[in-house]
C-alpha cells in the first residue's frame, strides 16, 4: 500500500504546507488525521500565497482532500476556505468524516476563558476552540458532524444546557452568539462531501491509490510526547494517521519528518536552544517567523538535535526534509545542540518533567557558516546538491550523521520550484511515477 506521513518533527512551523504541496504532485489523495484550526500551513507558487489553517495542503493541486475523523473541525473556517479557493477558480474535491467533532463557539469562548483563568499558568493557545472541543470529545460531551447533520436534538439541548452552564457558574461569564443554526446549515450545506472517511481511505489503497498523510502542528507539541503541558490537544506523531483517520497501522508504509535548520517555538514552555539579541531577531526577520494563524511572532533558537532525534524515534522517520535552510545564510558561527547538561551530568535525553525541561542547558557544537550562494536557484536546482555551497553541505551532512537519517529533500526558499529533491535518498516507490 503506497501511503506516506509527513510530519513536523519540531514544534510546528517546520514548513510542512510547502514540503506537502511538494510531494502531493506524486499522489492521488491527501488527508489531514489530526488538530484543528490552530494548525497554519502556507503555500507560495509565484506571487500567490495560500494559507490553510484546516483544509489538506493538496486542495491547491487540486488533489482529492480528507479531513480525518481525528481533525476537530469549524465548519465556519473550512466554509471559508473552500469558498476563497473557488474564488480562485480552485474546485476543492473533498471528503469530511462523519465522525469528526466539531468546534461551537462554546468551545471559542472557553478557550478564552480557561487561558484567562490560569493567569500565569497558561500555556499560549491560540484561543480557536481546540483544546475544549478535544476535552468534550474525551468526556463524551462533545457534538459529532453527524450529531448536527441528523439533528439529534437531545443531544444538541444537553449540550447548549451542558456549555451554558459551565460558562455562567464556573467562569462567571455570560454566553453570547453561541447560536448552532449557522453550523448546522454549512454542514447541511457540505453533506455530499461528508462520509466514512476510514472505508474511502482503505478501499482507495486496495486500488492501487496513493495516499499522502498531512500531519499539524509537530512532535514536541503531541499531547503525550511533547513538552506538556505546553502542548497541543492531539496526537501529532505518524501512529495518529491511523487512529485519526480510521485506517489499519500497517496501511502506513513510510515516515518523512519535516525540520527547520533551525527551531522555532510560539507560546509558552520551555525552549533550551532559544536565542536572544541580535542573531535571534535576524533569524525572525529573514525567516518571516510570524504565526500563519495567529500573526504572533515566534521565538528562535538554534538546532535541537536532542529533541530531532527523540521526534525521529517515535515517528519511525527514515526520511527527512530540511526547510529554511537559505534563512541561516550569513551566519557565522552556527550553532548545533547535541547534548543536553541537567544537574551537572550530560544527556541525550528529553526530560519529562516540564520544570527540568526548562533547567536544562544546551552543549553545543559550532560550524562554519556560509555567504549567500552565488548561483541561481535555476543553477543549484539543476546541479543538485553538488551546486551548494561547501559549509552549507557540511552542515546538512553533519545532520544525516548525528540523526542516522537521509535528507531527501531541501527547501532554500518560500517558493513551491524553491525545493531540491535528492531522488536516490527518497523512498523509491515514491520515484516510481
Same mark, same amino acid.
Given at each position: ?8 518533527? /519540531?514544534?510546528?512551523?517546520? $514548513?510542512?504546507? !510547502? ?16 488538530? $484543528? ?8 507558487? $509565484? ?51 462523519? #465522525? ?17 483563568? !490560569? ?11 481546540? $483544546? ?28 447548549? #444546557? ?90 502506513? #508504509? ?63 522517520? !527514515? ?66 546538491? /553538488? ?47
Amino acid at each position: 500500500m503506497d501511503s506516506l506521513v509527513v510530519i513536523g518533527l /519540531q514544534w510546528g512551523d517546520e $514548513g510542512k504546507g !510547502k514540503i506537502i504541496d511538494v510531494l502531493s504532485e506524486k499522489f492521488d489523495i491527501v488527508a489531514r488525521f489530526q488538530g $484543528g484550526s490552530n494548525a497554519g500551513h502556507t503555500i507560495k507558487i $509565484g506571487e500567490v500565497t495560500h494559507k490553510f489553517r484546516l483544509l489538506p495542503s493538496g486542495a491547491v493541486r487540486g488533489r482529492k482532500v480528507v479531513i480525518g475523523n481525528g481533525v476537530v473541525v469549524d465548519p465556519i473556517v473550512l466554509n471559508n476556505e473552500i469558498e476563497e479557493l473557488k474564488k480562485q477558480g480552485i474546485d476543492v474535491n473533498i471528503l469530511i468524516s462523519e #465522525r469528526a467533532q466539531v468546534i461551537t463557539p462554546f468551545h471559542v469562548m472557553l478557550d478564552g476563558l480557561q487561558e484567562k483563568f !490560569k493567569g500565569r499558568s497558561k500555556v499560549g493557545t491560540t484561543r480557536r476552540g481546540i $483544546g475544549p472541543a478535544y476535552s468534550d470529545k474525551i468526556t463524551r460531551v462533545g457534538l459529532r458532524i453527524c450529531d448536527l447533520l441528523d439533528r439529534d436534538e437531545n443531544l444538541i439541548e444537553f449540550f447548549e #444546557r451542558f456549555q451554558t452552564a459551565r460558562i455562567e457558574k464556573l467562569y462567571q461569564s455570560h454566553v453570547s452568539n453561541a447560536d448552532l443554526e449557522n453550523i448546522i446549515r454549512i454542514l447541511n450545506d457540505l453533506r455530499p462531501n461528508i462520509g466514512d472517511c476510514g472505508r474511502y481511505l482503505y478501499d482507495a489503497l486496495k486500488k492501487g491509490k496513493r495516499i499522502l498523510f498531512e500531519g499539524a502542528q509537530g512532535t514536541l507539541l503531541d499531547i503525550d510526547h511533547g513538552t506538556y503541558p505546553y502542548v497541543t490537544s492531539s496526537n501529532c506523531i505518524s501512529a495518529a494517521a491511523s487512529t485519526g483517520t480510521g485506517i489499519p497501522p500497517f496501511a502506513i #508504509r513510510d515516515v518523512i519528518g519535516v525540520f527547520k535548520a533551525y527551531l522555532t517555538r510560539v507560546g509558552e514552555g520551555p525552549f533550551p536552544t532559544e536565542i536572544s539579541g541580535p542573531v535571534g531577531e535576524r533569524i525572525q526577520t529573514h525567516g518571516r517567523e510570524f504565526g500563519t494563524v495567529t500573526g504572533r511572532s515566534r521565538r528562535c533558537g538554534w538546532l535541537d538535535l536532542v529533541a530531532l532525534k527523540y521526534a525521529i524515534r517515535l515517528n519511525g522517520a !527514515k526520511y527527512l526534509a530540511l526547510t529554511k535552510l537559505d534563512v541561516l545564510t550569513g551566519i557565522n558561527p552556527l550553532r548545533v545542540c547535541v547534548k543536553y547538561r541537567l544537574d551537572g551530568t550530560n544527556t541525550d535525553n528529553i526530560p519529562a518533567f516540564a520544570q527540568d525541561m526548562s533547567r536544562v542547558k544546551p552543549v553545543y557544537k559550532e560550524l562554519p557558516g556560509w555567504e549567500k550562494p552565488a548561483k541561481s536557484w535555476e543553477i543549484l536546482a539543476s546541479e543538485g546538491i /553538488q551546486s551548494l555551497p561547501e559549509e552549507m553541505r557540511r552542515y546538512i551532512e553533519f545532520i544525516e550523521k548525528e540523526t542516522d537519517c537521509m535528507i531527501s529533500i531541501i527547501s532554500l526558499g518560500p517558493d513551491r520550484d524553491e525545493t531540491m529533491i535528492i531522488r536516490n535518498k527518497m523512498p523509491s516507490w515514491i520515484n516510481d511515477v
